[in-house]
Antibody
């Protein structure tokens, strides 16, 4: 069964850091582009970041550039999102999703909740 | 950035009746290879998003055939031929032609 399982969501302080993880199983992880998407409370979906299969190409939404870093470990079938300089507006459920622009986001995890508050 | 505009914001529907959601992009979504990277997602209450349609009109595996996608260039539509109770949720369009990927604001489908 194709599965994505996120972890690492927590309560963080403004200016602080958190690291999200996504464990993939049931497919050839190293063959796929991967993305992070978030949904803030009361708002819609927002794409956050994407990484290509070998990790050599990364893209970010402007609001997280310079603060968030997407990475992957293909040997561990894992995707990561390092979140630094957290802001209150980063509060959201963060989803890991398989795919990117051309392939679309065809498989989603259950989400992990990040709350940024003092 | 490409702005995706959905309408309506809220769509009350009677069970068994059709429903239609519009999605318009601020620029053409036709990529240089001729493909149009427009997707539709469903997010039921308390669940993760699920892709329904990719490249305008291709249904994902397991998606009921009452869901259909159509459109071209900047104007796209998701149709539900006969709404069922399990279709309640928020529907989003998303373009994958340009960076950054962008979603529409969502359309909430509810039963009258």
């Amino acid at each position: 069964e194709v599965q994505l399982v996120e972890s690492g969501g927590d309560l963080g302080q403004p200016g602080g850091s958190l690291r999200l993880s996504c464990a993939a199983s049931g497919f050839s992880f190293s063959s796929y582009s991967m993305s992070w998407v978030r949904r803030a409370p009361g708002k819609g979906l927002e794409w956050v970041a994407n990484i290509n299969p070998d990790g050599g190409e990364k893209h970010y939404v402007d609001s997280v550039k310079g603060r968030f870093t997407i990475s992957r470990d293909n040997a561990k079938n894992s995707l990561y999102l390092q979140m630094n300089s957290l802001r209150v507006e980063d509060t959201a459920v963060y989803y890991c999703a398989r795919g990117g622009p051309a392939s679309g986001l065809d498989v989603w995890g259950q989400g992990t909740t990040v709350t940024v508050s003092s | 950035d490409v702005v995706m505009t959905q309408s309506p914001l809220s769509l009350p529907v009677t069970l068994g009746q059709p429903a239609s959601i519009s999605c318009r992009s601020s620029q053409s979504l036709v990529y240089s290879n001729g493909n149009t990277y427009l997707n539709w997602f469903q997010q039921r209450p308390g669940q993760s998003p699920r892709r329904l349609i990719y490249k305008v009109s291709n249904r994902d595996s397991g998606v009921p055939d009452r869901f259909s996608g159509s459109g071209s260039d900047t104007d796209f539509t998701l149709k539900i031929s006969r709404v069922e109770a399990e279709d309640v949720g928020v529907y989003y369009c998303m373009q994958g032609t340009y960076w950054p990927l962008t979603f529409g604001g969502g359309t909430k489908v509810e039963i009258k």
